[in-house]
C-alpha cells in the first residue's frame, strides 16, 4: 500500500489545485496512523466511473459551482471563494494541456489514495465497522473519494476543531455539514419513498394486464467493503448513499420494465450526485486543514 508524501499534503492544504497534478507523478511513502493521506484537488467524478477523461470539463464547472454554493452559506470569504475560482482556472489549464493518458492517471490516482485511507485504522478512536454494498457503478466513486475524507475529517473535528478553526469557525463549519447532510437524508427519503410507491403501482397495474414483468437484481456490486466509521456523522453519510444504492435499485425495475428511459433515470442520479458535491467538497478541504493541525502535535 502507498500513500502520497507528507510534504505533499501540506501543498495540497495551501494549492488544492497544484496538488492535482502533484501526486499523480509524485513518489510515494508510508505513514503513520495518525497521519491521513493527502487528496486530490476538490472534487470528484460525478457521473462516469472516474476512470475516463470526458468529465473533467464537467468536474470543474461542479468546483466552481460549489465553492459558489459555500459563499452563499457564508462558510467562506469574498476572497475565498475568488481564489478558489483562480484555482479552477489554473487546473482546468493544466488538464487541458495533459493527454488524455495522463488525464486518466490523475483521476485514477485519486480514487485509489480514497481507498488508502479507508484501509487506515487510527490509534485510539472508538469505530463502528460497517458492511457497505454499492450495487451501481455511479456511487462507487462518489464512495471512494469523498466518504474517506469526511469520516476522518469528522473525528479530527472533534480532537482539533477549536484549535484549527476556533470556536466560532468550528460552529459555522458543523452548522454547514449539519443543514446540508440533513437536506440530503430529506431529499434522499423522499426519492425512496417515491420510487418505492411508483414501483409497487407500476408493478400491480402490469400484472392486471397480464403483462410480463422483470424483477431485474444486481448479482455482482460495484462495492462491497467492510469500513470503520469514526462517527454519528460518517454513518449518516453511509446511509444517504446506501440508501440512494436502494432508490437507484428501483430505477432499475422501471427501464427494464419500460416504465422509464434510461435517460430520464440518468438525469434523477446526476441530480443527487450535484446535491451531494458541495458536501464532500466541504469535508475535503476541512480534512486538509484538521491534517495540518494534527501533524503540528
Same mark, same amino acid.
Given at each position: 500500500m502507498t500513500t502520497i508524501t507528507e510534504?505533499?499534503?501540506?501543498?495540497?492544504?495551501?494549492?488544492?489545485?497544484?496538488?492535482?497534478?502533484?501526486?499523480s507523478h509524485t513518489p510515494t511513502n508510508g505513514g503513520n496512523d495518525g497521519a491521513a493521506a493527502g487528496a486530490p484537488v476538490e472534487s470528484g467524478p460525478t457521473i462516469s466511473?472516474?476512470?475516463?477523461?470526458?468529465?473533467?470539463?464537467?468536474?470543474?464547472?461542479?468546483?466552481e459551482d460549489a465553492a459558489n454554493t459555500l459563499h452563499r452559506e457564508g462558510v467562506i470569504s469574498d476572497s475565498e471563494v475568488d481564489e478558489k475560482r483562480e484555482q479552477v482556472a489554473r487546473t482546468r489549464k493544466m488538464f487541458r494541456e495533459l493527454s488524455p493518458a495522463e488525464r486518466a492517471a490523475i483521476v485514477q490516482r485519486r480514487r485509489e489514495i480514497g481507498r488508502e485511507l479507508m484501509n487506515r485504522q487510527l490509534s485510539g478512536a472508538a469505530v463502528v465497522r460497517a458492511a457497505v454494498r454499492l450495487n451501481h457503478t455511479r456511487l462507487k466513486p462518489l464512495f471512494e473519494q469523498w466518504w474517506p475524507y469526511l469520516n476522518r475529517m469528522s473525528i479530527n473535528m472533534q480532537r482539533f476543531g477549536r484549535s484549527t478553526f476556533g470556536a466560532e469557525d468550528q460552529g459555522t463549519l458543523t452548522?454547514?455539514?449539519?443543514?446540508?447532510v440533513g437536506e440530503l437524508e430529506a431529499y434522499v427519503d423522499e426519492q425512496l419513498n417515491v420510487a418505492e410507491g411508483f414501483r409497487v403501482k407500476t408493478e400491480a397495474r402490469l400484472r392486471e394486464q397480464g403483462d410480463i414483468v422483470f424483477a431485474p437484481s444486481v448479482t455482482k456490486p460495484s462495492l462491497a467493503v467492510e469500513v470503520e466509521a469514526y462517527s454519528r456523522f460518517s454513518m449518516r453519510v453511509l446511509s444517504l448513499l446506501t440508501k440512494f444504492d436502494h432508490v437507484m435499485d428501483h430505477f432499475d425495475f422501471l $427501464?427494464?420494465?419500460? $416504465?422509464?428511459?434510461?435517460s430520464d433515470i440518468d438525469e434523477e442520479t446526476s441530480r443527487f450526485l450535484r446535491k451531494f458535491h458541495p458536501v464532500g467538497l466541504r469535508g475535503y478541504m476541512?480534512?486538509?486543514?484538521?491534517?495540518?493541525? $494534527?501533524r503540528g502535535r
Open positions: 510534504e505533499a499534503n501540506l501543498d495540497a492544504a495551501s494549492n488544492p489545485a497544484a496538488a492535482e497534478l502533484t501526486m466511473d472516474g476512470a475516463d477523461g470526458g468529465e473533467i470539463e464537467l468536474e470543474l464547472q461542479q468546483m452548522a454547514f455539514f449539519e443543514k446540508h $427501464v427494464w420494465n419500460g $416504465v422509464r428511459d434510461q476541512t480534512h486538509l486543514r484538521l491534517m495540518t493541525t $494534527v
